[in-house]
């Protein structure tokens, strides 16, 4: 089962949260039945999600991530509630490519290194905050500690992995993400550089049976963390046929009667989880009359 670990220097300076998502990589992977290299990029994806999910305030809030780099992966989507759980979409499933000069999947060759990554949070506001910067390299831990400096201007350090077996079964994704609060001093900084410098891969770690807080703590060593909170996480879809049926009600009765017109039977079917959700339209259309009616009367008798 995939556990999420919060983490605080003693001295309160500098954060750690490190993540093992193998248990939702691998269901990701078994839902959009992914290449060994597309598996690799969406599960690094959702990793940082997840981090950056447990980061927000509430667990109402969301985030998500996009990608849209020029590789022949197409869209990515990783989206992730307050509480680390995951689900994701990916543009283009199958991608065959070499592998890298490293002999390691090639992850940028995939997403591209020409495009762009969104931050989307929803805070419960209004409107949700939107980040947009260039993607630098499509090797996605890069491009979201690219996004931290440049739009969140937060000295940040993400490490993510996925390694993936031959028959395509996940042995192990997590990663781990460390930043610098306000106030750090530069034999702090230096302190943390020598630690991730002196790590293995996160793939190497957990390969070898490490935990979260076994990353946490070579990360974080020197600095007597302590530890915030810590979660499990799942891959988890949050779709239902109740809210799929007012996704149709929002297309409004105009286009409801131009579908129902072409064929009243209506599947809607999950990009994220694969859910399928039958549906009358002539029933749709009753019950959207019948809601419009209701409403109009409220309005008459104020």
């Known amino acids: 089962m995939g556990k999420i670990v919060r983490t605080l220097s003693k001295d309160g300076l500098v ?3 490190a993540v093992d ?10 839902i959009h039945k992914t290449s060994a290299v597309v598996t690799a990029a969406e599960g690094r994806l959702l990793t940082a999600a997840s981090i950056m999910g447990t980061m927000l305030k509430s667990t109402k809030d969301s985030v998500t991530l996009r990608m849209e780099g020029d590789g022949p992966v197409g869209m990515l989507i990783a989206v992730s509630d307050g509480t680390g759980n995951v689900k994701g979409y990916v543009g283009n499933p199958i991608v065959e490519i070499p592998l890298n000069k490293q002999g390691k999947l090639d992850v940028s060759g995939a997403v591209g290194s020409e495009g762009f990554l969104y931050v989307i949070k929803d805070l419960g506001m209004k409107e949700p905050y939107i980040g947009q910067v260039p993607i630098i390299s499509g ?3 890069e491009d979201i500690t690219n996004y931290y400096a440049t739009s969140e201007q937060v000295p940040t350090v993400m490490a993510l992995g996925v390694l993936v077996d031959k028959d395509l079964s996940i042995l192990c994704a997590g990663g781990f993400m460390v930043q610098l609060l306000p106030g750090a001093t530069d034999a702090e900084i230096d302190q943390l550089e020598k630690n991730i410098a002196a790590m293995p891969s996160v793939t190497t770690l957990l390969h070898e049976g490490k935990t979260p807080e076994d990353m946490m703590q070579l990360a974080l060593a020197g600095f007597d963390p302590n530890v915030l909170d810590e979660r499990d996480v799942h891959y988890q879809c949050d779709c239902s046929a109740e809210r799929t049926k007012e996704m149709l009600f929002s297309l409004g009765r105009k286009e409801l009667v131009r579908m129902r017109d072409e064929d009243p039977a209506c599947e809607v079917v999950c990009h994220f989880c694969h859910s399928k959700y039958q549906y009358d339209l002539n029933d749709l259309l009753a019950e959207y009359d019948a809601q419009a009616a209701e409403r109009a009367a409220a309005e008459q008798g104020t």
């Open 15 to 17: 954060m750690c949260c």
């Open 21 to 30: 998502s193998t248990d939702a990589v691998a269901r990701m992977e078994q």
């Open 139 to 141: 090797e996605v831990a």
